[in-house]
């Protein structure tokens, strides 16, 4: 990774701006010719993303002797959604990846699969939306998996999964039937038995390498398995899975403040009767900011309350972003509701961060029965 690569130390004393600072400018140079392509599904950035890793934006949050720190990883991950919210979602599911693998006890799978995430040089994602429903009883778990000699067998399907590829992975979590139990195990999208099918076309974010993967009896081999049982691996993991997802939010509404702050010249006096203004939106950014990046700095930390505070920001997150594009979108008014305009890009990315899961209704039902 070279020079870029900064000691944990440098890390802590600088939360983001080696790192971030050349995210950003990648992120302008290289990805914003893209964003139209990547939203409307004609573009998957995988370049883009591969250059991501190699300045560190993938692997400042892997832990060190213990403490983990994503401040970095969300400051990197909002320097792209400023950009494209598409890839900043891509860049959390990347994140997340890392996350996954850099927290395993499994020795073997860490060494063969941390530097190759972490550097971007191996891409993929996480399958956990449908287990992290199942765990707050919205749905069943889709993967069954049964006990073999050196693995487990595995078959089901899910029916979203993202920055997938034919060469790319991503952690899931399947029900054994044999006994009770669950077991988190990194897929190879490789394996012939795994079947990566487009979906239908979504209001946004097409390029973002989504599909529905079918198991068809895979062999998971235990070099792949994440943890078993996965129960105290996702309560450990949990918390840095949500919070890195506000860097997609933080990317989404300093970009619609600087929708807004763009259209003031021709377009103020008449905006100024608006109820939302640009300062509204730019003191609620550092609200979020600074609670995010105060909890950022302790993603193990194991008490109720903290945990329902990672909860409660992440609602926020996803509210402010809806209401700062909406606003966005009312301050440029005609101009905005053009198709080749990013406000209305912006709008549509936002919904996604409000229902990428948990959404904002699993959120209230998490935070409801606590």
Known sequence: MGSLALSRAEILDQPAPSIAGEVARIAREQ???LAAGIDDGTVYPADVLRKFG?????GS?????GPADLRCAIQAMAAIGEVCGATAFMAWCQNTLVWYA???TNMKLAKRFGDAFSTGRV?????????????FGIEKLKLKGRKVEGGYIVRGALPWVSNLGPDHYFGTIFEREDEPGLVMFLADCSDPAITLTPCKP????????????????????DELILADPAGPFVKKIRAGFILLQAGMALGVIRDCINIMDEVDNPLGHINRYLPQQPVHFRDLAAELEAETMALARDPYNEEETYWRKVIALRLRAGEASVAAAHAAML??????????HRAQRRLREAYFVAIVTPATKQLRKMLADS
């Open 102 to 104: 850099a927290n395993s």
């Open 31 to 33: 990805l914003a010719p």
């Open 202 to 221: 979504f209001l946004a974010m097409d390029g973002t390498g989504t599909y529905g993967v079918q198991f068809r009896d895979v062999f998971v081999p």
């Open 331 to 340: 301050h440029c008014g005609a101009r905005g509701y053009l198709k080749g």
């Open 61 to 65: 949050h892997m832990p060190q002797e």
């Open 123 to 135: 891409l993929g994602g996480t399958g956990l939306s449908n287990p992290m429903k199942s765990f």
């Open 54 to 58: 190699e300045v560190g934006a993938w």
